[in-house]
Every structure is written in structure tokens, then in C-alpha cells.
């Protein structure tokens, strides 16, 4: 359908080493995706997500 959007969602660690990296289909409006973070441990995180040219980045703090 022409309202999809391909979101490349990648998740790194402080050191900037690759976790996650996920390709997902949404449809232009809010959306919400859940990921299993269970095997990491606390610290901070970051979440790029890319589509149409455009990256934002997200910082998290994780905590057990």
C-alpha cells in the first residue's frame, strides 16, 4: 500500500557495537514496536531510526 513506510531500526550499544538491526513495515502515523531486551544489561543505549533520507537517534537507559 502507498501509506507503508519501511523503518530500518538498528540498536547500538555506549561503545557504538550493533545489537539489533530490524526492517519493519508501518503505516505513516504513531506506531509502537516491541523488541526483546531481556539478554542485555543495564546501561545506555541508543536507537537509530532511518526512512526517506531522513536518522534520528533515541538515547535510553536501561535498568534491571
Known amino acids: 500500500a502507498s501509506d507503508e513506510i519501511k523503518i530500518k ?5 555506549v561503545s557504538g557495537y550493533p545489537i539489533l538491526h530490524e526492517e519493519v ?6 506506531n509502537a514496536y516491541d523488541f526483546d531486551l531481556y539478554d ?7 536507537i537509530r531510526l532511518q526512512s526517506r533520507g531522513s536518522s534520528q537517534i533515541v538515547r535510553f537507559l ?3
Open 40 to 46: 542485555l544489561s543495564s546501561g545506555m543505549y541508543f
Open 25 to 30: 513495515l508501518v503505516i505513516e502515523g504513531e
Open 62 to 64: 536501561l535498568l534491571d
Open 9 to 13: 531500526l538498528k540498536l547500538f550499544n
